[in-house]
């Protein structure tokens, strides 16, 4: 391998600068040509490149975002434009890859190393850590932080006019965000997709904490929740039912994948990445590369896309006990 290409795709997360610094460092380390794509597989079928040596990453390990830029490529999901991407590659002579991203970014990298025999490696970057190769993915610490701080702001406020908030944070369709920020910020309740937790359950509880002198209550509602409503529709039901409840909404929305990385995601995406040069330069080929009990390992792109990606269910039962 004398060329490797780098890209960031999907929804950007911090530590994804981090992640792109350890593929041009280690690309450089080893002596190997290091070419980044901006936007994502959109960069890759039109060819839009830059050559990434170990300087034109310096300052980027503390920022949020990506310099390479992301996008979800339409195109990209045609044989067509993967044709395209493939014969740019062969014209800029990029002859493996490092993809950063989600399951969609995997699941598109996979089809494409398939078809055109290239060698590609995933590294899992989403703030939502739902990847079964990874215990964690980048990004997904740094929001959890930024999560809490959030809520605990939130917190102020509704105590200070006895009120019931419902928070809607972020994981397409895994509640590990809701999950951990929920315990970490002490919410009454948590509404996630993995549990449907029912609203005569929810309706349940919160006049339960009401009678137990609670004036104040945080719930939190991951927005992919499979309640049947949506977090205003929730609140509305909640008004009508429980009358005594001052009730108010706040989506986190996308505050929650910027910020500078959390010292957790930057480590994370440079032990990540040096192992996925270290692959290619090994012959290794389609798969991703996770931390699974603190070891980074190499899993196939069926295991670690499994749908069954564990979240930790035990959380609830912590969450109910301490919300007592
Ligand atoms: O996958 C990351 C994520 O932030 C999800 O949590 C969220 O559902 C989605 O991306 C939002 O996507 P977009 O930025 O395209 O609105």
Known sequence: IRTIG?????????????????VARASAYYNIKCVGFY????????????????RSVRNIISTGGTIL?????KE??????????????????????????????????????????????????????????TNFTIGYDTALNTVISAIDKIRDTASSHNRLFFIEVMGRDAGFIALNSG??????????????????????SLRRSKRSGKSSSIVVVSEGDKIGKNVY?????????????????????HMQRGGSPSCFDRTLASRLCVKAVELLLDGEKNVMVGILNNEIKATSFEE?????????????????????
């Open 233 to 253: 529709e929730l609140a509305d039901y909640v008004t009508e039912n429980l009358p005594n409840y001052d009730v108010r909404v706040t989506v986190l929305g």
């Open 183 to 204: 315990v970490g910020a002490g919410a009454e309740e948590i509404l996630i997709p993995e549990e449907d937790l029912g609203l005569d359950r929810l309706l349940e």
């Open 69 to 73: 830029k992301s996008a979800r490529s």
């Open 6 to 22: 780098v890209l960031t795709s999907g929804g950007d997360a911090p530590g994804m600068n981090a992640a792109i610094r350890a």
């Open 76 to 133: 990209f999901m045609t044989y067509e434009g993967r044709k395209k991407a493939a014969d740019k590659l062969s014209e800029i002579g990029v002859d493996a890859l490092v993809l950063i991203g989600g399951d969609g970014t995997f699941r598109g990298g996979q089809t494409f190393s398939e078809e055109f025999n290239i060698p590609v490696i995933g590294v899992p970057g989403t703030i939502d850590n739902d990847i079964a190769g």
């Open 39 to 54: 936007r994502g597989y959109q960069g890759m079928i039109e060819g839009d490149h830059c050559v990434l040596n170990a």
């Open 304 to 324: 670690g896309l499994k749908e069954e990606h564990g979240i930790n269910k035990e959380l609830l039962r912590i969450s109910d006990i301490l919300s007592t």
